[in-house]
């Protein structure tokens, strides 16, 4: 059995990088998403966008090893939501996402990223569908802790 979660029509808005994915580790910058979140954090001070309990990464896929991925750090917002200047979006389609949680410190994700993509979408029976790839975290947990959780958010239909 595999939990979905739905997610209604709205966007990210935050930071954004170009990264190439963590299954291309030749071309993969450790450093890059921790980076975009700094970014986001340092322009949102003082926002609302600051203020959530829950912080949204995500993902436009390449389809390509050789092309970079978008990477968005931010928080989600309603469609009525007007993005302030200097801040980057991403649209998220309403749709169900297969979700895939990592437990542990977020330096050791790559093994979850290799679970839900190679093994729990193929096991779930579902099929993949164009839409941003989300990942879900909580503001009050430390993601460097043992017992850190985050939510790795596949779209599905």
């Known amino acids: 059995m595999f939990d979905t ?3 209604k029509h709205g966007f990210v808005v935050g930071a954004q ?17 921790p980076a975009v979140w700094q970014d986001f954090f340092s322009k949102a001070t003082g926002t609302d966008l600051a203020e959530s309990d829950t912080f949204y990464g995500a993902s436009i896929p390449s389809m390509s090893r050789d092309t970079p991925m978008e990477y968005f750090a931010g928080t989600l ?13 991403v649209e998220i389609p309403e749709g169900d996402y297969l979700k895939v949680i990592h437990t542990g410190p977020i330096s050791d994700i790559a093994a979850t990223y ?18 941003p790839h989300l990942e879900i975290y909580s ?10 959780e985050m939510v790795i958010c596949i779209p599905i239909k």
């Open 5 to 7: 979660i739905h997610m």
């Open 17 to 33: 990088t170009s990264i190439f994915t963590i299954f291309n580790p030749e071309k993969y910058d450790m450093a890059a998403i």
């Open 77 to 89: 917002v309603d469609l009525n939501f007007k993005i302030p200047e200097g801040f980057a979006s």
């Open 114 to 131: 290799q679970r839900a993509y190679m093994e729990a979408i193929t096991a779930s029976g579902k099929e993949m569908r164009p839409a």
């Open 139 to 148: 503001s009050k947990k430390d993601p460097m802790e043992a017992d850190y």
